[in-house]
């Protein structure tokens, strides 16, 4: 499990209930690790911001990760982490590697629409 104040996702069947009591989901998946360690704070952070939006963590060597692995639109991600967006349980947007806070809330505003 990693080490962050997200809500974790270890199983498929959390995966899936999230997707379907949520409308709005971002899913990160990655470990510990340099890449992923400065979104996982920014994640954290923006969770207050965007109380519309469920905010996920999910660790990269669990068997519930081959969900977001096996995406098609993560089909040519390289590098950890593996971030997703989720809209009404379809993919919304897909990044790979590490991000900046603008980054992330220009795609969390694109896909989510901005906060109050």
Known sequence: MLST???????????????MENENVMIYCGRMGPMC??????????????????????????QAAFFIINL???????????????KNGKVAAATTSIQGKNQVTQILDKEFGKTA
Do not use: W
């Open 37 to 62: 360690i400065p979104v996982y704070g920014i994640m954290e952070e923006l969770e207050q911001q965007y109380p519309h939006v469920a905010f996920r963590d999910m660790d990269f060597d669990i």
């Open 72 to 86: 098609p639109e993560c089909s040519g991600f390289m590098g950890l982490p593996f971030t997703v967006y989720f």
């Open 5 to 19: 104040n997200l809500k974790h996702l270890e199983t498929d069947e959390e995966t899936q209930k999230v997707l």
